[in-house]
């Protein structure tokens, strides 16, 4: 299957700074990339919705100034927390939909830990 | 929108053994129903989909089944091995209309020795 890649896998920050996170489609051009929220032991919570070139769509309850996302390109999305506290620490996880295709394909996820 | 509810929320089956998870939709015009499996700190790996056209289909030992009418589908994994051990999570979508998947909230797959 296709590949998505997302940097960093683990970050630990301090309370108050901001944390990027990048999602790429390696083999194939991601029109639409979706980026999750996921708890211990919790299903995927759906946090917004980028698409290459326009601003994300995001879900309800959801800060567009505290999540900012940026969609660049077709390969690559990014999400930045800004201004992070201990509460933002989840796994977040990113998920790449190809043109023409219903299939999503996910990152490997990053943990982001704020002290 | 769509509401998916995924049951039970832990399964734990003896090696060998079958193992059935089910889902139900809400909305009638979704059309593509997949089941990703994630591994305790990894990402959601596909492992099996169905679209709406299709009542049955099967890979090895797994295999999912659509009733459009009843707006239910179930995952069934037979010869269950140690490495099925994970969290299944169902989804569905209305291909059509929406790009976002919605989810179940997951069943954790224990198999025993």
């Known amino acids: 299957g296709a590949v998505v890649s997302q940097h960093p896998s683990r970050v630990i920050c301090k309370s108050g700074t901001s944390v990027k996170i990048e999602c790429r489609s390696l083999d194939f051009q991601a029109t639409t990339m979706f980026w999750y929220r996921q708890f211990p032991k919790q299903s995927l919570m759906l946090m917004a919705t980028s698409n290459e070139g326009s601003k994300a769509t995001y879900e309800q309850g959801v800060e567009k100034d505290k999540f900012l996302i940026n969609h660049a390109s077709l390969t690559l999305s990014t999400l930045t927390v800004t201004s992070a506290h201990p509460e933002d620490s989840s796994f977040y996880i990113c998920?790449?939909?190809?043109?023409?295709?219903?299939?999503?394909?996910f990152g490997a996820g990053t943990r982001l830990s704020v002290l | 929108g769509e509401n998916v509810e995924q049951h039970p929320s832990t399964l734990s089956v003896q090696e060998g053994d079958s193992a059935v998870i089910k889902c139900t939709y809400s909305?009638?015009?979704?059309?593509?129903f997949p089941w990703y499996k994630q591994e305790l700190g990894k990402r959601p790996q596909l492992i099996i989909d169905?679209?709406?056209?299709?009542g049955e289909k099967k890979d090895q030992r797994i295999a999912v089944t659509l009733n459009k009418t009843a707006k239910h589908f179930s995952l069934h994994i037979t010869e269950t091995q140690p490495e099925d051990s994970a969290v299944y999570f169902c989804?569905?979508?209305?291909?059509?209309?929406?790009?976002?998947?919605?989810f179940g909230t997951g069943t954790r797959l224990q198999v025993t020795l």
């Open positions: 169905i679209r709406s056209n299709v």
């Open positions: 909305d009638s015009a979704s059309n593509y």
């Open positions: 989804a569905a979508i209305n291909t059509g209309t929406a790009s976002k998947l919605t």
């Open positions: 998920s790449a939909l190809g043109s023409g295709t219903v299939i999503q394909y």
